[in-house]
């Protein structure tokens, strides 16, 4: 997991070996880390760039809450707010 803050929003991103693809581990960590940087980085929306023939990277965008906000090329663009936890 990558975390690239600016201000009060992220861009993440992720690597998942591939012996322990379609586990779910990418969709959990991801939901996981974006709690922590929401509480404790105090980060309000996360942004997920993925190409767009990477379809496991677009269903766990999807799982994790992210919307489709645009294609840029062969980049899709997600967005996510994330839940401030005082």
Not at 26 to 39: E, K, P, T
Not at 40 to 66: H, P
Not at 69 to 74: C, L, S
Request: proline share 2%; hydrophobic share 35%.
């Amino acid at each position: 997991m990558e975390l690239r803050p600016d201000g009060e929003t992220t861009e993440v991103s992720y690597m998942v070996a591939p012996e322990v693809r379609g586990s779910g581990l990418a969709g959990g960590a991801l939901n996981a880390f974006l709690g922590w940087a929401s509480s404790t980085v105090q980060l309000r929306r996360a942004i997920l760039i993925c190409d767009a023939e990477n379809t496991a990277s677009q269903r766990v965008a999807e799982k994790c809450g992210f919307d489709f906000i645009r294609q840029d090329g062969d980049d899709r663009r997600y967005e996510r707010s994330l839940n401030h936890h005082s």
